[in-house]
C-alpha cells in the first residue's frame, strides 16, 4: 500500500535533482536557448505524463501514445543540441 507512494516520492525528488542539474551544466557551458533544451523538456514531459496517468488512472492508449510522441519529437530535436 505504501510502495506506490514511496516510490513516486523518489521519482518526484530524483525528477527535481536532475532539472536542477541540467539547469546547472547548461550554466556551467554557457548554452543558452530554448531550442537547445527542447530535447531533455520533452523527456521530462515523459515522466510527467506517465507519474499522472499511473496516480489517475489513465494507463491506457492515450497515456502510451503522449509517450510515444513525445519520444519522436525528443529524438526530433535533439538536431539542435550543440556537439560538446
Same mark, same amino acid.
Given at each position: 500500500?505504501?510502495?506506490?507512494?514511496?516510490?513516486?516520492?523518489?521519482?518526484? *525528488?530524483?525528477?527535481?535533482?536532475?532539472?536542477?542539474?541540467?539547469?546547472?551544466?547548461?550554466?556551467?557551458?554557457?548554452?543558452?536557448?530554448?531550442?537547445?533544451?527542447?530535447?531533455?523538456?520533452?523527456?521530462?514531459?515523459? *515522466?510527467?505524463?506517465? *507519474?499522472?496517468?499511473?496516480?489517475?488512472?489513465?494507463?491506457?492508449?492515450?497515456?502510451?501514445?503522449?509517450?510515444?510522441?513525445?519520444?519522436?519529437?525528443?529524438?526530433?530535436?535533439?538536431?539542435?543540441?550543440?556537439?560538446?
Amino acid at each position: 500500500m505504501w510502495i506506490p507512494i514511496i516510490l513516486t516520492i523518489i521519482l518526484l *525528488v530524483a525528477f527535481l535533482i536532475s532539472i536542477m542539474a541540467l539547469i546547472t551544466k547548461r550554466k556551467k557551458a554557457r548554452i543558452t536557448g530554448f531550442k537547445s533544451a527542447l530535447t531533455p523538456i520533452c523527456f521530462y514531459l515523459i *515522466v510527467i505524463t506517465n *507519474v499522472l496517468a499511473y496516480w489517475f488512472g489513465w494507463l491506457g492508449i492515450i497515456s502510451w501514445l503522449m509517450t510515444i510522441i513525445l519520444l519522436i519529437l525528443a529524438a526530433y530535436f535533439t538536431k539542435y543540441l550543440l556537439v560538446a
